[in-house]
């Protein structure tokens, strides 16, 4: 039986806890948590990105989270916790769920760029 996007980010909110921009930093500064902007290119560089945060578009998220591809980059490593957002929240949800699938354990959902700019968060110009 087919699935539609809904069912897809049902599920996705079910394994991927949302976390607010405080909940961010903590796991920056406490567990080295690594930050994915999951945006193409272009939308980065539009509105910047939070400072440090990888770069990594949906269509490339698992060449670059597996270790078996050349393609693999290897700040996303499966012992380390990672933060995902995107412009809204959904590509970012559906990127976690993507991550927890292939193993990784410690995935976290900030939602929409414009959260974590409207709380008061720092942002990196790009470009």
């Known amino acids: ?23 961010v930093r903590r796991l920056v500064s406490d567990e080295n948590a690594v930050v994915v902007d999951v945006r193409d290119a272009n939308e980065v560089q539009a509105s910047g990105k939070v400072p440090g945060a990888l770069n990594i578009s949906r269509g490339m998220l698992e060449f670059r989270a597996d270790a078996e591809t050349p393609y693999h980059n290897p700040a996303l490593a499966k012992d380390r916790p990672v933060v995902l957002y995107c ?41």
């Open 87 to 127: 412009a809204s929240g959904g590509r970012s949800a559906l990127s976690g769920k993507l991550l927890k699938d292939m193993g990784y354990e410690k995935v976290f959902n900030l939602g929409g760029f414009k959260d974590w700019a409207e709380a008061g968060g720092d942002v990196e110009k790009v470009g």
């Open 1 to 23: 039986m087919a699935i539609s996007v809904k069912d897809m980010m049902a599920a996705a909110n079910a394994v991927v806890p949302k976390i607010t921009p405080d909940e």
